[in-house]
């Protein structure tokens, strides 16, 4: 059995602690935690073949895709409930039209919205679920955009804890609400932003006993971190050049590296693709600290984009994410709303839907491979982070404000009025 402990990422203090504490930051110096392993995997090969196997198991914890993987997970104990969904086994998807007009790039899917809850965040939620029912916890909560809020408020759900969301005042989709809702969540919608919601939620949550469930729970990111390996199996371990992903709090980067460092640890991959984060030029903090060279995160206070998932002027994993550029060779790009359109529409004519935080990815890479960035015909797998039925506002919002639409119009109840109608958006002759 691997042994687990915490440890500081702060390269001043990285002092180890005990990893049943329920503060998730360094009782030190209050710098962000990784969990850790001293791992006693030797032979890649035999767990790579159990991990295989585990795919014709019907076992609950065999059917997940994050726990099917549970050897890169050896902080549960043997007799602890595991709180899951059967999440992961996202699909591949490869792409035509899209890596067409990306790049040209060898452009391939990774759609984490065929989640349960229809984001990444259940990779995440299973993993701090399972960690606050052995803890004894009895509420949860997080401070969201709104995917965070839905998938704890179901994984609460069947853990029989009570979830207790923080949200910025209607400034999440009302599906991402609605779940929330749905699954019996308490709803606290307070402040303008995410950062605002969140700095709140962080001053209360010791005195209400809240255990917070946002990515600064460094178990969280242990969940995430799986896609890498499930994706890696899917492409019989062979690493695409980059993987890339849209950037919002950057615990998914963070997560995502930390997963590629282990399998590379352990020689279950040779090469490690650069992790390529991709932020709304409105909400870009991480992109602005880069390019800058800062020591320091320089805040978007005010962040503003289409893409609501993403509205995040300090993100709290910014120090993991950037960590995980240094150790793969990765860069952070930033994209315009229209951009993040413009990849939308490109994904949608290979028939690959997601929520508008998830297109910024394709926008990304096509701004990088123009600038020189990323190389034509790169292998790149783009992670879609939310289903497309999570913001259909936005959608029906942009197909509806042209007036030219060719794709809506509302026809008289007659038929000549349809001929008519249709005649004009078809150019059909009778
Ligand atoms: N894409 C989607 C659809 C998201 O919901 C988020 C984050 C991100 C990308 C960015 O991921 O934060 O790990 O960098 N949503 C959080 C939430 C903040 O509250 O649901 P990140």
Redesign the pocket.
């Known amino acids: 059995m691997a042994f687990t402990f915490l440890q500081c990422i702060e390269e001043a203090c990285g002092r180890r602690q005990d990893p049943k504490r329920e503060s998730h930051l360094c009782a030190w110096c209050g710098g962000l935690l990784d969990v850790r392993y001293e791992f006693d995997i030797t032979d890649p090969e035999t767990l790579r073949a159990a991990w295989h196997q585990r795919r014709l198991s019907g076992e609950p914890i065999d059917r997940s895709g994050v726990w099917r993987f549970r050897e890169l997970l050896p902080f549960i104990g043997a007799h602890d409930r595991v709180i899951s969904l059967s999440e992961g086994s996202t699909p591949l998807v490869g792409t035509r039209r899209a890596g067409w007009w990306a790049g040209p790039v060898h452009l391939t899917i990774k759609h984490q919205?065929i989640n349960p809850t229809g984001?990444?965040?259940d990779l995440g939620m299973t993993a701090c679920m399972t960690r606050a029912a052995s803890l004894g916890v009895r509420m949860v909560a997080?401070?969201?955009?709104?995917?965070?809020?839905?998938?704890m408020a179901a994984y609460a759900g069947r853990a029989g804890m009570k979830a207790i969301l923080f949200v910025p005042y209607r400034q999440i989709s009302a599906a991402?609400l609605a779940q929330a809702l749905d699954f019996g969540a308490m709803v606290v919608e307070i402040g303008d932003s995410?950062d605002e919601a969140f700095s709140l939620l962080r001053q209360v949550a010791a005195e209400m006993r809240f255990y917070l469930v946002?990515?600064i729970n460094p178990f969280r990111i242990e969940g995430?971190k799986t896609i890498v390996a499930e994706m890696m199996e899917q492409r019989a371990w062979r690493p695409p050049d980059y993987i890339v992903?849209?950037?919002?709090?950057?615990?998914?980067?963070?997560?995502i590296g930390k997963g590629l460092r282990e399998l590379k640890e352990m020689g279950f991959i040779e090469k490690v693709p650069k992790v390529v984060?991709i932020q709304a030029a409105g909400a870009n903090p991480f992109f602005r600290t880069l390019r800058a060279g800062s020591k320091e995160l320089i805040p978007v206070e005010k962040p503003d984009t289409e893409?609501t998932?993403?509205r995040?002027g300090r993100?709290a994993?910014w120090k993991k994410?950037r960590r995980v550029l240094e150790w793969t060779g990765g860069f952070c790009e930033s994209v315009t709303d229209e951009e993040i359109f413009e990849g939308k529409a490109a994904l949608a004519e290979d028939g690959v839907g997601?929520?508008p935080?998830?297109a910024?990815t394709v926008a990304g890479i096509r701004k990088l491979v123009r600038a020189g960035k990323i190389e034509r015909h790169a292998d790149i797998i783009a992670i879609l982070?939310?289903h497309q039925l999570?913001d259909t506002d936005y959608v029906i919002r942009h197909h509806s404000a042209a007036e030219d639409s060719r794709q809506r119009i509302r026809v008289d109840a007659n038929l000549d009025a349809l001929r008519k109608a249709l005649e004009g958006v078809l150019a059909v002759r009778a």
């Open positions: 919205g984001s990444f965040k997080c401070a969201s955009t709104g995917n965070t809020s839905s998938s991402k995410f946002n990515s995430q992903v849209p950037g919002g709090n950057l615990g998914n980067a963070s997560a984060v893409a998932a993403i995040i993100p994993n994410a997601c929520e935080a998830s910024a982070t939310g999570k």
